[in-house]
């Protein structure tokens, strides 16, 4: 083979490794793209599966999607625990009794929307001409809560539907604390009186239950407990409000209508007493005071 033979072979032969160099560029360039594509893939997958599932869209009149959307507050007043009841538009319908813990408080939700449940509604109005309603347990023997004062009983009546709308809200919520204008209850201040022994305590049935009333010396009714299923259990009650008035456990409570009535507690903070509704503080202070005055010395009356 001569000089130009060799020269043209060489120049084939290194024709040839640059078309074996590119092909292979091209094909490394390939394989990176498909890595990537299939990285890519993988990543959109876990994506998808990790991602929460958006609820189905239905189709639903506005008033039955928003419907009722009331709420529960649990928290602290007067040195205990509560739970009050709020309407979609933020009025209080219900404030609970005072409890010693807020799991206490969150019990007596269920209590309550038990009680509710149950229709043991009743409406009473006081010698001021407030209504309000009581709801009772099951037996009637025991009052869950009082509902807020009104002026008129249809208003009171109302109140009733209003709570039996919202009751059943799952939404409980703990507030750390509540606005100075929405404290309802205080403490009461340690009164000191004298002592006057012409009161007494009246044993009385009422229909199937009994009922303890303190009375003054002119016989103006200054307290009226709960019900009592059976004569004993009033009795063993009267020894109850005895020790509470002693260590004057009263607290003052203001309604929305801005009226005010003393509650009285036993020392493992059960609301066992309250009082009637007055326009001025001044008045619920005095009442408290009257029954301070004459419970002390005052003996116990079977009313026949």
Known sequence: ?????????????????????????????????????LLKEAKE???????????????????????????????????????????????ILVVSFGYSSGKGAKNGIET?????????FEITTDKAGFSHFDLFDARKARVIVIGE?????????????????????????????????????????????VENPNGKFELVKDNKAYLIKLLASNGQVLLVSQRYASKQTAINGLNVIKKAISARSFTIYKDKQNRYQYNLYSQNKQLIVSGETYPVKSNCISSISSVCRFAGKAELVEVK
């Open 1 to 37: 083979m001569g000089l130009f033979g060799r020269k043209k072979k060489k120049e084939a032969e290194k024709k040839r490794q640059e078309e074996l160099a590119r092909q292979a560029k091209i094909a490394e360039e390939n394989r990176i793209k498909q890595e990537r594509k």
């Open 45 to 91: 997958k876990k994506k998808k599966t990790t991602q929460p599932k958006q609820p189905r869209k239905t189709t639903t009149n506005s008033k039955d999607k928003k419907g009722p959307s009331g709420k529960y507050e649990v928290y602290q007043e007067a040195g205990l625990f509560k739970y009050r009841l709020k309407a979609s538009n933020g009025e």
């Open 112 to 120: 309550f929307r038990n009680a509710v449940e149950g229709n043991t």
């Open 149 to 193: 004062f009104y002026k008129t009983l249809k208003l009171a009546e109302s109140a009733v539907v209003s709570v039996k709308k919202f009751y059943k809200t799952d939404k409980v919520y703990n507030l750390d604390d509540i606005p100075t204008k929405e404290i309802r209850e205080v403490k009461a201040e340690k009164i000191k009186v």
